[in-house]
């Protein structure tokens, strides 16, 4: 009885002596622990002391989590090709070679916020910017586009709402005649507005044929409305927008 005692004691003694000397245990405690921590230690971006305190950490990898979600509201990808002799048929300048077609899942501008003039309240009034396109991909002076009351005059705009507001990773904005002289766009989002494109427009837009820009929201909060602002000092006449649209976040 003695010896089987002495040797249970050594025995647990050598036990305790492994824990302290063992690197993946110790005040951290199992190896789950140490899992979460290197969790964390991706997501929060560096705390190198994963072995201590593995539940914290963890918690930072949810964190990193929440991160990696707002860049699937990021989506900066070019849909249409500025260049007149890509984008426009030749010999037909006012079509276009490959129409863009949009999402089925795009959710169009439903409302008007606020504008800085419109040609008319009815014909080429700001509500002709709202729901899906009606003139794109046809490009001209056409009717069912917002055009301004007067031609190539300075600070124009036109910010348009959504009933419901989205979460996007993109605005597609589909300009109809004399594209090119967008040169602002704000989103307007439950956490602020942000500028999400700014431009210098060149000296004749992008040729006469329809565009559609592209660009990034930058936030996975809500939007509530676009703003658009349109130096149509800068590219001759009007220049008409058919349709706003938000493309859902994934």
């Known amino acids: 009885m003695k010896y089987s005692i002495i040797v249970g004691l050594l025995v ?18 199992s190896d789950t622990g140490g899992s979460a921590g290197e969790g964390g230690s991706a997501g929060s971006g560096g705390h190198g002391t994963a072995g201590h305190g ?20 990021d989506n900066p990808k070019v849909v249409d090709n500025v260049d007149p002799a890509v984008r426009c048929k030749t010999g ?72 419901t507001p989205v979460v996007a990773e993109s605005v597609w904005v589909f300009e109809t005649f004399n594209p090119g002289a967008i040169s602002k766009i704000t989103v307007k989002a439950a956490d602020g507005p942000h500028v999400v494109y700014q431009a210098s427009p060149m000296q ?11 660009v990034s929201t930058k ?24 349709a706003v649209g938000l493309i859902p976040a994934p």
């Not at 863009?100 to 409302?111: G, I």
């Not at 001209?140 to 910010?159: H, V």
């Not at 006469?208 to 592209?214: E, G, K």
């Open 12 to 29: 647990a003694l050598a036990a305790v002596a492994g824990c302290e000397d063992d690197p993946n245990t110790g005040s951290g405690g």
């Open 54 to 73: 593995g539940g914290t950490a963890g918690s930072g990898g949810g964190t990193g989590g929440s991160g990696g979600s707002a860049q699937a509201c």
């Open 92 to 163: 037909v300048p006012t079509d276009v070679v490959s129409v863009v077609m949009a999402p089925a899942n795009t959710v169009w501008a439903d409302k008007v916020e606020d504008f800085s003039s419109e040609y008319g309240p009815e014909n080429y009034g700001s509500k002709q910017a709202l729901q899906a396109p009606n003139v794109y991909p046809t490009s001209g002076d056409e009717p069912k586009a917002w055009a301004q009351s007067a031609e190539d005059a300075a600070n124009e705009f036109i910010e348009v709402g959504f009933s």
């Open 204 to 214: 004749g837009g992008f040729g006469m044929c329809a565009h559609v820009l592209s």
């Open 219 to 242: 936030t996975c909060s809500p939007i509530s409305a676009v703003r658009i602002d349109v130096a149509s000092d800068k590219v001759s006449t009007f220049n008409e927008i058919d």
